[in-house]
């Protein structure tokens, strides 16, 4: 029974989380990276939309698992969704990537 309770909280345990707390995270982690499947799924359709939107969403989940890991001193991001390059500057996309 030990080595059950064990598997369930090691690992939150060192990243300085309870295991509801990373049970939150993870799925917010999950929404995060469905969500950028789907922006990519429509820009592999429809080229000309979501244009950034995958890249910058993966960059939000990243700065939020690995630049600002201590949660103690890292500031909330905003995560970016929805359609990008609204200006146009760069119409394929090159630059996100």
Same mark, same amino acid.
């Given at each position: 029974?030990? @080595?059950?309770?064990?598997? @369930? +909280? *090691?690992?939150?345990? =060192? $990243?300085?989380?309870?295991? %509801? #707390?990373?049970?939150?995270?993870?799925?917010? @982690? !999950?929404?995060?990276?469905?969500?950028? !499947? %789907? #922006?990519?799924? $429509?820009?592999? $359709?429809?080229? @000309?939309?979501?244009?950034? +939107?995958? =890249?910058?969403?993966?960059? /939000?989940?990243? *700065?939020?698992? $690995? +630049?600002? &890991? *201590?949660?103690? +001193? #890292? /500031?909330?991001? #905003?995560?970016?969704?929805?359609? =990008?390059?609204?200006?146009? =500057? *760069?119409? /394929?996309?090159?630059?996100? &990537?």
């Amino acid at each position: 029974m030990r @080595f059950l309770k064990q598997a @369930f +909280t *090691d690992h939150p345990k =060192s $990243v300085g989380e309870s295991y %509801g #707390a990373h049970l939150l995270h993870a799925l917010g @982690f !999950a929404g995060g990276c469905a969500l950028a !499947a %789907g #922006a990519c799924l $429509v820009h592999a $359709v429809f080229p @000309f939309l979501c244009v950034k +939107t995958g =890249s910058r969403q993966i960059t /939000a989940l990243h *700065d939020r698992m $690995v +630049t600002n &890991r *201590d949660r103690r +001193t #890292a /500031a909330p991001i #905003a995560a970016p969704i929805g359609p =990008s390059n609204a200006e146009g =500057s *760069d119409p /394929a996309g090159y630059a996100a &990537r």
